[in-house]
Nanobody, 126 residues
Framework: QVQLVESAGGSVQAGGSLRLSCAAS????????MGWFRQAPGKQREGVAR??????????LYAESVKGRFTISQDNARNTVYLEINNLKPEDTASYYC?????????????????WGQGTQVTVSS
């Protein structure tokens, strides 16, 4: 059974940085695709980053709204995916979710993902 467990988020001031982690268990594919999504109050969940791995190579993809500030990375040895967020803005306030796909490739569309973490709250104050 696949389990995804996100690290605690936090409350930070605008301009600060935060790194979220997602530890995956029971998820092993020769190629894999994992992503980070967020959902702000009253808004739809949106994909912000995903990382696609084939053998030893990884291919990140970012939503336009976060390019240059968000970095997704993966530690295969620890089965962990990270999301580093720099220059945080109040509009980054949201619940952040880690997700894993069973497809050999995935986009930022949540329909591509079968497994989800419980979510972690990030609050950015101005």
């Amino acid at each position: 059974q696949v389990q995804l467990v996100e690290s605690a988020g936090g409350s930070v001031q605008a301009g600060g940085s935060l790194r979220l982690s997602c530890a995956a268990s029971g998820y092993t594919y020769s190629s894999n695709c994992m992503g980070w999504f967020r959902q702000a109050p009253g808004k739809q969940r949106e994909g912000v980053a995903r990382i696609y791995r084939v053998s030893s190579r990884t291919y990140p993809l970012y939503a336009e709204s976060v390019k240059g500030r968000f970095t997704i990375s993966q530690d295969n040895a620890r089965n962990t995916v990270y999301l580093e967020i720099n220059n945080l803005k109040p509009e980054d306030t949201a619940s952040y979710y880690c997700a894993a796909s069973t497809y050999s490739w995935c986009s930022l569309n949540e329909a591509d993902y079968a497994y989800w973490g419980q979510g972690t709250q990030v609050t950015v104050s101005s």
